[in-house]
């Protein structure tokens, strides 16, 4: 009696223990990483390089700048050679590189944006949003600090003013 009790007992817990297999897998619902999340919102958003802010003057010594109608051509063939020199290595006039090409600057950023940050590249990245925004969508390669002078800066955005 015991033993046939005892088989009864472990054909039940075969059966029970092979069963299921008929029962359909459910279906996994992957849910978005942090890091899907964050690349699908800076998606939705035009590029920091695109965006258009000409209000915004940056952060540094340059407070107010007025740009006369005419192009100073000495000043801008000195502010190529200066670019040629000490920027070529990660910007190209006319194209992304490993940071943003400086063709049409001047219609999407003030005059005072642009020397503040060739001026004053880590605090730009740091305080400044749009430069953060660059700093992002150009994988974390912040611009070095050429110490350039003020006129150095100046004579170089002179050169991107020739550049459309």
């Known amino acids: 009696?015991?033993?046939l009790k005892l088989t009864a007992l472990i054909c039940i817990m075969l059966i029970l223990s092979c069963g299921g297999k008929d029962e359909k897998k459910k279906e996994k619902i992957k849910l978005p990483t942090k890091t899907e999340k964050k690349a699908d919102k800076i998606a939705d958003k035009t590029p920091a390089s695109k965006t258009i802010d000409l209000d915004n003057k940056g952060i540094g010594p340059i407070k107010s700048l007025t740009l006369p109608s005419e192009i100073d051509q000495a000043m801008a063939t000195k502010g190529a050679d200066v670019f040629k020199k000490l920027c070529t290595a990660c910007h190209r006039a006319d194209k992304k590189f490993i940071g943003p090409a400086p063709n049409g600057i001047l219609e999407r950023r003030s005059p005072e944006w642009v020397m503040n940050m060739i001026l004053n590249p880590e605090e730009m990245t740091q305080k400044d949003p749009l430069a953060?925004?660059?700093?992002?969508?150009?994988n974390g390669s912040p611009m070095a600090n050429q110490n350039l002078t003020e006129e150095e800066a100046r004579a170089v955005l002179e050169y991107f003013r020739t550049l459309k």
Do not use: G, P, V
């Open 1 to 3: 009696m015991k033993a």
């Open 132 to 138: 953060k925004a660059l700093l992002i969508e150009f």
